[in-house]
C-alpha cells in the first residue's frame, strides 16, 4: 500500500470580504438592446459560447468562448454579439474586489482555454445553487467566488485587491435598526438578512466587523434591556415579559437572562424594581 499526506502550513489565512451580490445568464437574440452603462460593483464575465466584443470606456475589447472579462465598478460598459455567431455568457456582481491595472479604466480580460473548464465549472456551480437555494447555498456560492478569484490571481493573469464595500456600513447599520425597532418579532439571520438584501454569510461577517459582535447576539442584548425595563418598571410576568421582547418562551428568557447577567429574571426583579 502506498500513502501520501501533505499538511496545509501553519499560518494565518488572508481574510476575504469580497462577496456575491448576483449572477446571470445571458444570450444574444435580435431583442438584445446595448448600452453603456455601470455599476457600484465589479462584474465578472465568463463567455460560454459565441464572439462579439465589449466596449469598455473609450475601448474596445474583442470576446470569444472561454474569455473572461473583470470590469471594475463605475466603469461604462457595454456588450456587442456577431449576429452569426451570438454570445452567450455568464456574469458575477462581485462587490468588495478591486481591480488592479495600468489601463486608464479599470478592467482586465483573460483568454485562457486551458484554465476555462475549472473556471466555468465555478459559474455553473453558482448559478445552480443560486436557482435550487437549497440549505446554505449562500455559503456554497460564496466559497465558489473565493474559488474562482484565488484561481486568477495565483495565476498572476490579474491582480485584484480588496477594496471596502461601498454599502457594507449602510446595510449593517439597516439591520441593527430594524432590529432595534422589530425585537418583538420573530427574527433569524435569515429573515434579517433577506430585509436587508445581503447574503448571511456577508452579513454576519460585516456586521462582527462593525459592531463587535453577531447580528443574533446584538438581538439578544436588544432584548434582555427591554426585559431588564419591564421587569424593573412593570409587574408583568416573566411568561408575558419573554413573549412581548421576542423570546420563544419563559423558560428560554430565563436561562438566557441568567447567562448573560448572571442573575435570574426573578432575582433581578427584586433587586431592581422600582415600582
Known sequence: MSNRKLNL?????PELSFRLLSISSSKYENDWTSFPHSHQFTEIFFIKSGSGYMKIENETVPVKADSLVLIGAQVLHTEFSNASDPLDYYVLGVEGL????????EYSIVNSPASAPSLRLCFESILEEMHNKKKCYEEICQHYLAILILSIYRKDQISCELAEPLN?????HKARRYMEENYQDKITLSSLAENCNITKYYLSHQ???LYGKSPIAYLTDIRISAAKDL???TSYSIEEIAGSTGFSSSSYFSQTFQRLCHISPQQFRKTHAVL
Do not use: Q
Open 9 to 13: 502550513e501553519n499560518k494565518t489565512l
Open 98 to 105: 478591486k481591480i488592479s491595472t495600468d489601463r486608464p479604466a
Open 168 to 172: 457594507s456600513s449602510r446595510e449593517c
Open 207 to 209: 456586521f462582527r466587523a
Open 231 to 233: 421587569l424593573t418598571t
